[in-house]
């Protein structure tokens, strides 16, 4: 920074000077002036194209559980934290209402029962009775009707029991995946309500992570694409992720897509509600020939375009050849926030000018204070 400060004075009394030397009666020349500036030599070098976002991580995969009882909470079994398998019992609910109604349908069974073992008895006495012509039809039709009516109080009743044992099953709340308690919204005591979930149980041994995309962009993502993950709890440390889904709608409000990136997370050190920024590899140039950005000079042009008037933005820079600047146009492939790779317009081994360019015109003589490298 001071070798540019200090180069920018040189400039501007350079300057001074020739406003000076161009008076009446001064016999310096101004084509005899020589811009201080400092040059670097054009290589090749391995760019890649990285496109960046930012993003909330997720747990891969998220279940709210409810009470199916609308009653008190007896106990946690589980808290925060705490793993779960598929099936452990998370929290006990109060179900007295419940359990009297297991009881009457206990008891309406047992005597739909008793009833059906009296009736078949006299089901098959009457049958034989039949055979022998000793009632009439009447009379059997009256107790075969009698006897199935009480078979399908049986099956009713046994329904109605197998329906309050399983509500009652539910007064244990049991997680349906395997996973870790991620939030607990009650405490015990508290009475659990339907809408509201008691915990949410995530999967954590992979998360992922949703970005939105513009619109641009996404010709040059696709499933199976590497990336690296970085989040402000490791400044110093990358995660490597891979891109698991591209959503096939946008948004048509913000033209922007969704794509999810599936990361590794064994040692679940990446938690679901972080911020993350994301590095996505979409091109390499390989032997690529570059230049320092900040030794681009930007020019914008009107042009008449097709009966339209359009600012046409050229990119320029400054090349030395035997202390004089030339000044050429240059087709940019693309650049990050160090370098630009260069289709047209340079050659590996030529010297263009790095700082002190903006105070140049094309053929100016020039004064060499420092060469550096690329």
């Not at 000076?20 to 084509?31: F, H, L, R, T, V």
């Not at 559980?65 to 398998?85: Q, T």
Request: net charge negative.
């Amino acid at each position: 920074m001071k070798r540019i400060i200090l180069i920018l004075g040189l400039t501007t009394l350079l300057a001074f000077f020739t406003m000076s030397c161009s008076k009446p009666g001064s016999n310096a020349k101004e084509s005899d002036i020589k811009i201080p500036v400092e040059i670097s030599q054009v290589t090749t070098s391995t760019v890649t194209k990285e496109l960046t976002y930012t993003g909330d991580i997720h747990a891969e995969q998220e279940v709210k559980v409810f009470s199916k009882i609308p009653d008190r909470i007896i106990s946690f079994k589980k808290d925060e934290g705490d793993y779960v398998a598929r099936g452990d019992t998370i929290a006990l609910i109060e179900a007295t209402i419940i359990e009297q109604t297991v009881n009457q349908a206990k008891a309406a069974l047992v005597s739909a029962k008793a009833q059906l073992v009296n009736l078949e008895s006299e089901y098959r006495r009457a049958q034989r009775l039949q055979k022998e012509n000793a009632i009439s039809k009447q009379q059997f039709d009256g107790i075969a009707t009698q006897y199935e009516a009480t078979q399908a109080l049986v099956e009713q009743s046994e329904a109605t029991l197998a329906q309050a044992r399983s509500q009652l099953a539910d007064a244990a709340i049991t997680s349906p995946i395997s996973g870790i308690i991620g939030v607990r919204n009650y405490e015990q005591g508290d009475m659990a309500a339907g809408q509201f979930p008691l915990v949410t149980v995530v999967q954590m041994k992979r998360v992922k992570v949703t970005v939105n995309v513009p619109e641009q962009d996404l010709g040059e993502l696709k499933v199976g694409q590497s990336c690296e993950l970085s989040v402000l709890s490791f400044p110093d440390e990358t995660f490597n992720g891979t891109i698991n889904k591209i959503r096939p709608i946008m948004d048509p409000m913000t033209r922007m897509g969704k794509i999810e990136i599936i990361v590794d997370n064994k040692d679940q050190r990446l938690k679901p509600g972080m911020y993350a920024e994301v590095s996505i590899c979409v091109k390499t140039f390989e032997d690529a020939i570059v230049v320092p950005k900040h030794a681009i000079i930007e020019k914008t042009e009107m042009q008449r375009i097709q009966g339209q008037d359009v600012a046409v933005v050229y990119s320029q820079v400054f090349v030395e050849q035997n202390g004089i600047a030339l000044l050429r146009n240059i087709d940019i492939n693309h650049s990050n926030g160090t370098v630009a790779v260069v289709s047209r317009g340079v050659q590996p081994g030529e010297k263009i000018i790095v700082v002190g360019q903006q105070s140049l015109r094309d053929s100016a003589q020039v004064k060499i204070i420092e060469e550096g490298g690329n």
